[in-house]
């Protein structure tokens, strides 16, 4: 597959310091560390530090958001890899206030190793407080009895936006880290995909799968899904999608929910607008309100053609979360 890359060994590198170059005002690079980014504005003493992080590939995931309103700082990794813990680290005693640090990031072995030994480091070497809250919300990577199990995808950008507008509103570390829980709690997802994407260093297809076939349930890495089969409408698509949703969390008429419709990296906004249109439809039928709707591309897969529909369900507390605002380089919300 094509690709407008110099040398795949340094494609994250390049990234960054391109994403670094083109949002000055928004993000810096620490000296300690080439995959260490912090935000570029001071931030008040007390403030809980709010620290993500994962896999490059799946931009604006996770860099771009950094910024006010939800994350102090990120650390990355290279494709579709956890960070090491150096970098964690660095971004953990550069953005701590006094208040601790909390540590998001999706449910997969590589992170929850990497993360768990900065929180260690952390605590031993540097006498900083870390707490953890874990993204969860893909319904298809494991059954309801076993959702600790689950792996995170497009629902991690509500558990940034929850946690991050918390951090602002004052609270400590222990209550930034219900907020973070309550909000993957209540966050679901499920997704389709329909074409492969490539990493850079082998140029090979993620997984195989038909011009005229797709995939309920596969994962951000092209990890299987649950079921293959012939492509179909936008509208069965998006009723599959919604049903697995609600079968699996408590959402009735009355409730408020928050919507994202997240592309994959090369779906066009039309297609994913023709999908919102249909889980709107499905939602107001059922007397569930959207109480904010979000559509685009923001935890994506490099090039993987498809899309994830993520529902979370709101409380006062949640709403207020969501409605804080942001100042992101890739997601600005006022």
């Not at 006094?98 to 031993?124: H, K």
């Amino acid at each position: 597959m094509k690709k407008l890359i110099n040398d795949p060994r340094y494609i994250v590198e390049e990234m960054v310091e391109g994403y670094v170059k083109a949002h000055p005002n928004h993000i810096k690079q620490l000296p300690e560390n080439d995959r260490a980014l912090v935000t570029a504005r001071e931030t008040r003493e007390g403030k809980v530090g709010v620290l993500i992080g994962g896999g490059s590939g799946h931009e604006p995931g996770f860099m771009g958001y950094v910024g006010d309103g939800m994350a102090d700082g990120v650390a990355v990794g290279n494709i579709f890899a956890s960070p090491s813990p150096d970098p964690i680290l660095e971004v953990t005693k550069a953005i701590d206030k006094g208040a601790g640090v909390v540590y998001l990031y999706g449910n997969y072995a590589g992170d929850v190793m990497n993360f768990g030994m900065a929180a260690e480091m952390a605590d031993l070497e540097e006498d900083i407080q870390v707490g953890t809250a874990l993204a969860s919300d893909d319904v298809a990577s494991a059954p309801k009895e076993e959702k600790e199990k689950r792996r995170g995808i497009a629902g991690e950008f509500f558990i940034y936006k929850a946690a991050g507008a918390a951090a602002d509103f004052g609270y400590n570390l222990d209550d930034v880290v219900r907020v973070a829980k309550k909000a993957n709690e209540n966050t679901r997802s499920m997704g389709v995909g329909l074409s492969p994407c490539s990493l850079p260093q082998t140029g090979e297809p993620s997984f195989e799968i038909g011009d005229d076939e797709m995939e309920i349930g596969l994962g951000h890495h092209g990890e299987p899904g649950i079921e293959k089969g012939p492509i179909e409408s936008a509208d069965k698509v998006a009723d599959r999608l919604v049903h697995d949703i609600l079968a699996d969390i408590e959402i009735n008429s009355g409730d408020k929910v928050a919507v994202l419709v997240n592309g994959l990296g090369s779906t066009p906004r039309m297609e994913l607008y023709i999908v919102y249109r249909r889980v709107e439809q499905i939602l107001r039928e059922k007397g569930i309100e959207i109480y904010r709707s979000y559509v685009g591309d923001y935890i994506t897969s490099l090039e993987m053609g498809g899309c994830s529909v993520t529902l979370m369900k709101l409380d006062e507390e949640l709403e207020r979360a969501i409605d804080h605002p942001v100042d992101c380089p890739m997601f600005v919300q006022k």
